[in-house]
């Protein structure tokens, strides 16, 4: 059998927020999109898993406001029972932006987000090449997207690669912009515990200094039945061990989270986030990287072009689709 071909207006590479906030706006201005995205979940970082009757957040821990559009976004969602404020401030220190979570868990907003979008799932672009009235990508099943435009919101040195399968030529200045993106890599640890945390409330720590960056009680945070805790690794501390067997990095950050949360670990499980958020990050919004060039309408974004939060991402898709219809 023929393998099919697809042939959308805009082809959005990626189904993080970014992706999905593009693909929602051009999608309300006529335009057919579709998303490809290479995982079996959406909303990239913003991530959750099960192990047995336990629950957790193990990406992306909640989010903040600050553009009047995204606050206006937020309180949408929260209408809609996919999201919920949880909380200002941490014990010893002063109040500051509300953290939302996600309901019940972080990925409910990005499925939220995707509910009216054409999307393929557990499909990778495997290479993509420009014609004369747009782009091919070919996919890992063999099929092929036909679109004439298309944004690419996969994380820099991934984004670097893909353009390489067709040899496609940006100019020097928007090659150096993306070369200039530097990430910081995460080692995630998601534990059962045998009681309850002592985590105080509401259930969340993070660390400035040492092994481990982030602490969350997801029994606390309301996401799961189970006691049961999510330690991210510090950047220094991920990057040493990122290669490392991933069960004994794991045994080094419950070792350390010990003394906070008192209880003893049942079962734990790991994920690695290799671009779990940017460092160094471009000056601008989304990349309009076919500007100057005889190539079809080409765009980057993602939370390396307006900030390494849910905001940022969000910003950034919707920066993208605005670059597109005004193409």
Not at 170 to 180: E, G, I, Q, S, V
Request: hydrophobic letters at 45%; one cysteine or more; charged letters at 15%.
């Amino acid at each position: 059998m023929t393998p099919p071909t697809y042939n959308p207006d805009i082809l959005i590479i990626g189904a993080g927020l970014a992706g999905l906030s593009a693909a929602n706006d051009l999608q309300r201005a006529g335009f057919k999109v579709l998303v490809v995205d290479k995982g079996r979940g959406l909303g990239g970082r913003l991530a959750s898993r099960r192990i047995g009757g336990a629950t957790f957040d193990h990406g992306a821990q909640f989010m903040t406001t600050r553009q009047p559009r995204f606050v206006e976004q937020v309180n949408q969602w929260v209408d809609a029972g996919v999201a919920e404020p949880w909380y200002s401030s941490v014990p010893g220190q002063p109040n500051s932006h509300v953290r939302y979570r996600g309901v019940p868990t972080m990925t409910a907003i990005a499925k939220y987000m995707a509910q009216d979008i054409d999307i393929l799932r557990t499909t990778a672009v495997t290479a993509i090449a420009h014609a004369d009235n747009g782009w091919i990508a070919t996919l890992d099943n063999g099929a092929t997207v036909s679109s004439g435009s298309m944004i690419i919101t996969s994380p820099a040195p991934q984004t670097i690669e893909l353009l390489a399968t067709g040899n496609t030529q940006l100019p020097d200045d928007k090659c150096a912009r993306l070369n200039r993106i530097v990430y910081e890599s995460c080692i995630a640890v998601m534990a059962i515990l045998d009681s309850p945390s002592n985590l105080p409330s509401p259930g969340a720590l993070m660390l400035e200094d040492g092994p481990i960056a982030w602490i969350s009680d997801n029994q606390q945070k309301g996401i799961s039945i189970l006691p049961a805790i999510t330690i991210h690794g510090s950047g220094a501390f991920s990057a040493k061990y990122f290669d490392d067997d991933r069960n004994l990095v794991a045994e080094k950050l419950i070792a350390a989270a010990k003394p906070y949360v008192g209880a003893n670990v049942l079962e734990f499980q790991t994920h690695g986030w290799r671009y779990s958020k940017p460092l160094v990050m471009d000056a601008h919004s989304c990349m309009l990287a076919s500007e100057h060039t005889s190539l079809p309408p080409l765009i980057f974004a993602g939370d390396a072009f307006a900030g390494p939060r849910v905001e940022g991402a969000v910003l950034s898709g919707w920066a993208a689709a605005e670059a597109l219809i005004n193409c």
